[in-house]
Every structure is written in structure tokens, then in C-alpha cells.
T-cell receptor, first 117, second 119 residues
């Protein structure tokens, strides 16, 4: 079946550094991928919609200059947390859907746990 | 705007009990999709079901069953004869129908219900 991978699965960084998280669709093409953030014991909140070949669409309240999204190919979207601070510590999850199918289910990546010291 | 409400934040049951997780949604769309996901402690979301708004037929898959009631905007999930491995956080989610084939719509998640199944 379709699989979405994320790398790294876990990252710890110092405050002020930038962290890049990759989301890959392994056996299908995805023109659209989604980035979610989940704080401990809370729900998933959509951050942005990543569109291949064009700018990402950010949800209200999400700083686009802080969370840079690049969807350079049909199988890869990256989220860069720039100048990370402790409050950015969270579980980041991406999802993607097979563009070649009709209405199909979205597949979620395993998530990336970011800890900013 | 879309909204999903899971009023039960935590449920604790003893193994072999049946348990129902409630989900109520709000949307102005006439066509939409409803989902249930399981999130075990590892964090990875596990897809359980997707239901089209035009399909109100209830569904059973093993010990899992879903009751979709459009009249009450509810999409409840029942686990029969619960097991310890069912312990997880369960999310109900809603999405609008994609504008065109091949595109995807964002999901609006409920706040989740943490299910604890003990021996």
C-alpha cells in the first residue's frame, strides 16, 4: 500500500537553529501534501497545505516566514522551522494523497518529534 | 467553517467491555468525508475508516463498527469486546470533498478521545 515517510523521526536542537523535516510519498505522486502540528495530548492542527510547484497555503495564525515549506517534486515536501524556539517543540505530521487515484484516503507520515532546548 | 467535537476526552474500560466513542460534526458542505484514526503511543496515525456523506450505511469491520447518522451529524465508533491493544487516542476527522479528482482536502480533527483498556 501507499506509504508516507518522514525524516528525521526525532530531532533535538538548540534554540535559534533551523530544522528541516522531509515528507516523502514512497510509491505514489502527491500534488498536495499537508503539514500538521500536534502539541502533547492535543489534537492535530493543520499548519499549511503544500502544493507542488507553487507556494504553500498557510492556515491563519501560522507564520509563513517561520515555517518554510517547499514542495519541489511530486514525492517530496519539506518543512523548515527557522530560528526554532522551545515553544516550537511539537510533533509534526505530514500527510499526502495519491494524485493518480480518484477520491482516495490520505496517508499520514509517522511524524517528527521536535524538541527545542 | 468545519468543526468536529469529541466530547469524551478520556474513557477507561475493562477488557472485553464494549465502548462507543462519540463524534459530532458541523459543516455547511453537502458533500464531505468523515474519518476515524487511531493514534497509539508511537504517534503514527492509523487510518480506520472513511465515510462519504452520501453513504449512511453503517459499517462493521471485525470488532469495529461505525454508526453514521446524518440527521444528528454524528459518526460514532464502537469497539466490541475491547482489548488492551485498543488503548490509544482516537480521532474523528472531517474533510470537504476535493474540488476535482486527484486533489486532496485538508482534514479538520476533533480533539481526540483517549481510550484506556485495562485487564
Amino acid at each position: 500500500g501507499a506509504v508516507v515517510s518522514q525524516h528525521p523521526s526525532r530531532v533535538i536542537c538548540k534554540s535559534g537553529t533551523s530544522v528541516k523535516i522531509e515528507c516523502r510519498s514512497l510509491d505514489f505522486q502527491a500534488t498536495t501534501m499537508f503539514w500538521y502540528r500536534q502539541f502533547p495530548k492535543q489534537s492535530l492542527m493543520l499548519m499549511a497545505t503544500s502544493n507542488e510547484g507553487s507556494k504553500a497555503t498557510y492556515e491563519q495564525g501560522v507564520e509563513k516566514d517561520k515555517f518554510l515549506i517547499n514542495h519541489a517534486s511530486l514525492t517530496l515536501s519539506t518543512l523548515t522551522v527557522t530560528s526554532a524556539h522551545p515553544e516550537d517543540s511539537s510533533f509534526y505530521i505530514c500527510s499526502a494523497r495519491d494524485s493518480g487515484r480518484g477520491v482516495g484516503k490520505q496517508f499520514f507520515g509517522p511524524g517528527t518529534r521536535l524538541t527545542v532546548l | 467553517a468545519q468543526k468536529v467535537t469529541q466530547a469524551q476526552t478520556e474513557i477507561s474500560v475493562v477488557e472485553k467491555e464494549d465502548v462507543t466513542l462519540d463524534c459530532v460534526y458541523e459543516t455547511r458542505d453537502t458533500t464531505y468525508y468523515l474519518f476515524w484514526y487511531k493514534q497509539p503511543p508511537s504517534g503514527e496515525l492509523v487510518f480506520l475508516i472513511r465515510r462519504n456523506s452520501f453513504d449512511e450505511q453503517n459499517e462493521i469491520s471485525g470488532r469495529y463498527s461505525w454508526n453514521f447518522q446524518k440527521s444528528t451529524s454524528s459518526f460514532n465508533f464502537t469497539i466490541t469486546a475491547s482489548q488492551v491493544v485498543d488503548s490509544a487516542v482516537y480521532f474523528c476527522a472531517l474533510s470537504e470533498a476535493p474540488l476535482r479528482t486527484g486533489t486532496a482536502s485538508k482534514l479538520t480533527f476533533g480533539t481526540g478521545t483517549r481510550l484506556q483498556v485495562t485487564l
